[in-house]
């Protein structure tokens, strides 16, 4: 079992930053590949990011890309995600997941396990 716990998000102003991170409890978290998803109100869960165990490979959804950095530290059993230059569309609740299989773009299904996801909004 793994279980996934956010924080770092917030209130940010468009242009903003913010830095979310994901603690993961037990001793195979390098063993697994992480994600990002993001659900805004009244629209569906979507993949954000993801990185390989190891942290060698990393994948970004296009809207993201060149904004966000997704990195972790598995002797910290953490995951991170920097948001830079953020825009009001990013308001979401974020949650990170955890999948025993690398794949570059994650999908919902895939996923092994979920946080219970942090609040990011961005005002305009």
């Known amino acids: 079992q793994v279980q996934l716990v956010e924080s770092g998000g917030g209130l940010v102003q468009a242009g903003g930053s913010l830095r979310l991170s994901c603690a993961a409890s037990g001793h195979t978290f390098s063993s697994y590949a992480m994600g990002w998803f993001r659900q805004a109100p009244g629209k569906e869960r979507e993949f954000v990011a993801s990185?390989?165990?190891?942290?060698?490979?990393?994948y970004y959804v296009d809207s993201v890309k060149g904004r966000f950095t997704i990195s972790r530290d598995n002797a910290k059993n953490t995951v991170y995600l920097q948001m830079n230059s953020l825009k009001h569309e990013d308001t979401a609740v974020y949650y990170c997941?955890?999948?025993?299989?690398?794949?570059?773009?994650?999908?919902?299904?895939?996923?092994?396990?979920w946080g219970k996801g942090t609040l990011v909004t961005v005002s305009s």
């Open positions: 990185i390989s165990g190891s942290g060698s490979m990393r």
């Open positions: 997941a955890a999948d025993s299989i690398w794949t570059p773009r994650m999908t919902l299904q895939g996923m092994d396990y």
